[in-house]
T-cell receptor, first 116, second 111 residues
């Protein structure tokens, strides 16, 4: 139980294009989902907290107009990297907390983005 | 979230118990201790969490000192697949709190 999936698992795009990453909780509902970013040899850094049906809360230094988050249902959140640039190349990871049961965040497998 | 301190790296022989320490001397009374691990190029995996009492599950045991200022994660019989970065995080237990990941402990299991 408590499985979180992400799609795609990796993506390569040209500079200036937009990329959408999906995060799904497969066997539970989650009102809150989180988006993290991890650069090589560094730890995870929280980008934003996403609540179903409301606007996401972004961490300081994260541009909300560049990283668009949509949390349309209790099982799906999307992160769109708009006008991607090479410095946006990173490992993007989402997590979700179940409505019931153990109160912990379950993480997706991550999406590796490479912007050329 | 209270700040946690962990050793940067540790080695452990395969088949032996791996004991990973964590200091959280400023932890507040209602903050839990959570452990996650991240195997290379994967998302973090939840291991275990606790408040005051020692906890055990199918993956590991968590020993929390009586003053709650430190804890130890124990992997009873380490295998090569346990090689990962282990993160100790103290946080409230409402489920919607953001997690602050430190640098963690890079555990290498030696054959």
């Amino acid at each position: 139980g408590a499985v979180v999936s992400q799609h795609p698992s990796w993506v390569i795009c040209k500079s200036g294009t937009s990329v959408k990453i999906e995060c799904r909780s497969l066997d539970f509902q989650a009102t809150t989902m989180f988006w993290y970013r991890q650069f090589p040899k560094q730890s995870l850094m929280l980008m934003a907290t996403s609540n179903e049906g409301s606007k996401a809360t972004y961490e300081q230094g994260v541009e909300k107009d560049k990283f668009l988050i949509n949390h349309a249902s209790l099982t799906l959140s999307t992160l769109t990297v708009t006008s991607a640039h090479p410095e946006d190349s990173s490992f993007y990871i989402c997590s979700a907390t179940p409505l019931t049961g153990v109160k912990t965040q379950y993480f997706g497998p991550g999406t590796r983005l490479l912007v050329l | 979230d209270a700040k946690t301190t962990q050793p940067t790296s540790m080695d452990c022989a395969e088949g032996r118990a791996a004991n990973l320490p964590c200091n959280h001397s400023t932890i507040s009374g209602n903050e839990y201790v959570y452990w996650y691990r991240q195997i290379h190029s994967q998302g973090p995996q939840y291991i275990i969490h606790g408040l005051k009492n020692n906890e055990t599950n199918e993956m590991a045991s968590l020993i929390i000192t009586e003053d709650r200022k430190s804890s130890t994660l124990i992997l009873p019989h380490a295998t090569l697949r346990d090689t990962a970065v282990y993160y100790c995080i103290s946080t409230l237990n409402f489920g919607n709190e953001k997690l602050t990941f430190g640098t963690g402990t890079r555990l290498t299991i030696i054959p």
